[in-house]
């Protein structure tokens, strides 16, 4: 969307199943920071509301984790939390609803690939979060956060959803020391970069890319710690 349409918030409303009862909240949540450079009666945006969303959200994983989980450490308790409220998930969580779809963003915004970036994603799905929230309290957000991020809880490798943490366990279990991370190249545009770090860990070594030095040092980990984990003793 470049602008606010009355149908396509009712559509997203149908899709996370709660009705606002002040529609400028989920206005607001849905407005890119573009906005407030081009458009001289759009004074807000999602930038204070992702804020309170992602703290909504920790709040409400954690529980979930910590009820369905109930033989796991605080260790295991912290890595199941950063999974599911990492970027990856989030945005895969908004991918079930379209919400990229729902941004309410500049023209120029969306033509240089706003409406693609894991970041503005990631804001939207947080800033819908604390809309909810403040429009109708903790209850109604939190029967949204489960029933969308359930699929997201059972089924996943501990090793591959903390993979530098895991790789950091093997390395020094190994007498290698710390894992050592180097920044080898940036490219792409300002808003959207592509990152590849390289991992060293004794003699082994791993490349990996994303859209974020962390993303890239986790890729480059992952695909590390599947070499030394499978690789003959």
């Not at 729902?102 to 819908?128: Q, Y």
Request: aromatic fraction near 10%; glycine fraction near 6%.
């Amino acid at each position: 969307m470049n602008k606010f349409d009355k149908d396509d918030i009712t559509r997203l409303e149908q899709l996370i199943n709660y009705r606002f009862k002040n529609p400028e909240l989920i206005c607001e949540a849905l407005s890119h920071p573009s906005l407030k450079q081009h458009e001289s009666d759009w004074r807000k945006n999602y930038e204070r509301f992702e804020i309170l969303g992602d703290a909504i959200l920790g709040f409400i994983v954690t529980e979930m984790v910590f009820n369905i989980y109930n033989k796991a450490d605080e260790g295991e308790i912290a890595k199941i939390k950063s999974y599911l409220v990492s970027k990856e998930t989030i945005c895969s969580v908004a991918k079930k609803i379209n919400l990229a779809n729902f941004i309410i963003m500049t023209k120029g915004e969306e033509d240089s690939g706003g409406r693609v970036n894991p970041n503005n994603i990631e804001n939207a799905m947080e800033a819908l979060i604390a809309a909810v929230y403040l429009d109708g309290g903790m209850e109604n957000i939190k029967a949204i956060v489960i029933k969308l991020w359930s699929e997201f809880l059972y089924d996943f490798d501990l090793n591959q959803i903390d993979p530098k943490t895991s790789l950091q366990e093997w390395s020094q279990s190994h007498k290698y020391g710390m894992p050592y991370y180097e920044t080898i190249s940036k490219s792409g545009l300002a808003h959207m970069p592509e990152f590849t770090v390289r991992v060293s860990a004794g003699t082994y070594k791993e490349i990996g890319s994303g859209n974020s030095i962390k993303s890239a040092e986790k890729e480059a980990a992952k695909k590390l710690l599947n070499k030394v984990l499978n690789s003959k003793k």
